[in-house]
């Protein structure tokens, strides 16, 4: 049975800081059963989808793409079908819907898709925004990342992740006092503490409790609506995003098993040459010592997180597919890089033996 106005819970957060963890946590809840997640991806190989755990048809993945232009009109149509589905009977039950947005995402634009539009403001009504703040690179991304600064403003939930890792509390005084100076009405939860009704029924969203700075933003992203924006990516015209021109996204994929011991050196020559360009690193790894079941690594800036082990394949690709997603990376290095420790033939490149003897062999660090 499903109840209209159906509610939506916008899941945010700068890269890394914990939204999939978070999400597979709650999706295993039997209350969230007739959930449906919606994804929007960065990078051109979609990898959040596979990393939630959920049975796959309750999850859509958005494409690639910045939220506020290509994946908007996405949204809506992707909003729209779901009703459609549940009125003509093809999904039996639809109590909620969490968007998760990407890291780089000004959640902005997603609240006003659903918010400003006619038709989807009858069936669908915005539970609440959960912004997730890492406890050990939460203060230095909120410093240069105006994304953050937003998501943390508009925030109906603050939720800090990582508050079980070494040194994460050392800071969290300072973190948890800018967070409350952006953003004064919105709860801060600790998300080891934080179960549903901490985090569900938030009350509908309303703007007007919100800071002066929240409102302005809502209020130019629903100009936008009203009017286009000149808002584009590689095609020519006029770009006012700063992420799209210093942030670039590489995937990286490689067929075939790799050594443990490859991956470990990529990760630590990337970090020794270019640990503060690094924003984001996630993927799935074909291992050669197990390629049963994949292992997923995951880099938040300078933090390699521990790997885990899946139990299975989520789908019928094996190989390796990374993303990284860079500020300021000069040229190809990652790519020359990844090709030199899965040994792929290049001209004039070193392989993995000439990277063992000689770290520094690739130009570009
Ligand atoms: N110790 C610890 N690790 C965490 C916590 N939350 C997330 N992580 C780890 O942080 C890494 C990134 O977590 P994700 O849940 O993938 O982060 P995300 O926000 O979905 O990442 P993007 O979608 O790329 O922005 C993973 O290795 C997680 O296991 C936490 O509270 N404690």
Known sequence: MTRFPIPVTVLTGFLGSGKTTLLNRLLKDPELKDTAVIIN???D????????????????????????????????????????????????ALSRVVIETTGLADPAPVLQSIMAHPVLVQAFRLDGVLTLVDALNGASTLDSHLEAVKQAAIADRLIISK????????????????LR???????????????????????????????????????????????????????????????????????????????FTAIEMFFDLLRSTHGENLLRMKGIVEL???PSRPLVVH???????????????????????????????????????????????????PDRAALESNPLAIPGQ
């Open 299 to 349: 880099g938040v800036q300078k933090t390699l997180h521990p790997p885990a082990r899946l139990p299975f394949w989520p789908d019928e690709k094996r190989g390796t597919r990374l993303v990284l997603i860079t500020l300021d990376m000069p040229g190809d290095y990652i790519k020359r890089l990844f090709a030199a420790i899965t040994n792929t033939p290049q001209i004039d490149m």
């Open 45 to 92: 190989v979609a990898i959040d989808h596979l990393l939630v755990e959920q049975a796959s048809d309750g999850i859509i993945e958005l494409s690639d793409g910045c939220l506020c232009c290509t994946v908007r009109g996405e949204l809506i149509d992707t909003l729209a079908e779901l009703v459609d589905r549940v009125q003509t009977g093809r999904i039996a």
């Open 181 to 259: 100076q952006l953003n004064p009405s919105a709860p801060i939860l600790d998300v080891g503490k934080a179960g549903l009704g901490d985090l569900f029924d938030c009350g509908l969203y309303d703007p007007q409790s919100k800071s002066a700075d929240v409102r302005r933003w809502l209020g130019k992203a629903q100009d936008e609506d009203l009017h286009g924006h000149d808002c584009d990516h590689d095609d020519g015209h006029a770009h006012h995003h700063h992420h799209d021109s210093r942030i670039r996204t590489d995937t990286l994929i490689h067929d075939g098993p790799v050594p």
């Open 41 to 43: 991806e960065f990078g």
């Open 288 to 290: 050669a010592e197990d």
């Open 163 to 178: 508050l079980d890792m070494g040194g994460a509390r050392e800071n969290l005084a300072q973190l948890t006092a800018r």
